[in-house]
């Protein structure tokens, strides 16, 4: 029998979210507030992390190899911040991505095996949107959530005991057309805290932590928050 998120409330009332970025830092710049008021209502939360971070430097000295290491810690330095317990790196390399057959297939099995209510991720039809990795992680998820909600794709994995699930809501964050704003007026700072977390980042592109802060202010103002995160949600 097809497994529905009320029957699982009913066993378990723990709610899940998957929170999926393309780098180490995109969580926290799109859903970091969301995230540690969540977590403080009591929703388990994992972090899921595409690639390794390895271009992500302006210093021509820097290894792709050392620089991965680096951004893999401050992503868990940064995750303990917010009060994430469970992240998960998927490794691939920085610029490389493509909303491909594997890395859709690898979604669906982590949104299968972790049974998210609902997931976080990047909105891929934003305009002007400059990193490829982000469209690619975008397009990704929501073709990974098809497959991982009918049980007819991916056949084999009911068969090893990996059924089919369906996530309740889909959130896009720096959304083109944001149609939900999370007041984060209590967890600011925490969002903040977490992104000073990725020092690699600050140097790379100094002030942007404040730049992110002064957008959240921005969201919340214009419903009358002291700040705010914007999403486009889809109802699944």
């Not at 959130?171 to 967890?187: F, R």
């Not at 925490?190 to 202010?217: C, D, F, N």
Request: charged fraction near 20%.
């Amino acid at each position: 029998m097809k497994e529905t998120i009320e029957m699982t409330l009913l066993e378990n009332p723990t709610r899940r979210a998957l929170v999926i970025g393309a780098h180490p830092d995109d969580n926290e710049v799109g859903c970091g507030g969301t995230t540690a008021k969540l977590i403080q209502a009591g929703w388990d939360i994992t972090f899921l992390i595409c690639t390794n971070g390895n271009k992500g430097s302006n210093d021509p000295k820097m290894s792709s190899y050392l620089l991965a290491e680096l951004r893999e810690i401050e992503q868990q330095v940064a995750a303990n911040v917010l009060g994430v317990q469970t992240v998960v790196f998927l490794r691939h390399n920085d610029g490389e991505l493509a909303p491909s057959p594997s890395l859709r297939f690898e979604l669906a099995l982590y949104i299968r095996h972790f049974k998210p209510h609902a997931i976080y991720t990047h909105d891929p039809w934003r305009i002007y949107m400059m990193h490829p990795d982000h469209r690619a992680v975008g397009f990704a998820v929501i073709e990974a959530i098809v497959h991982a909600r009918d049980p007819l794709f991916l056949p084999g994995l009911g068969q090893i005991g990996v059924p089919a699930w369906r996530p309740g809501a889909l959130y896009l964050w720096w959304a083109e057309h944001p149609d939900h704003v999370e007041d984060v007026s209590s967890t600011l700072a925490q969002k903040v805290t977490a992104l000073r977390a990725h020092a690699s980042q600050e140097i790379a592109s100094p002030g942007w932590v404040e730049r992110v802060a002064q957008k959240a202010v921005e969201i919340g103002a214009e419903k009358g928050m002291v700040a705010g995160e914007a999403f486009k949600k889809i109802p699944l």
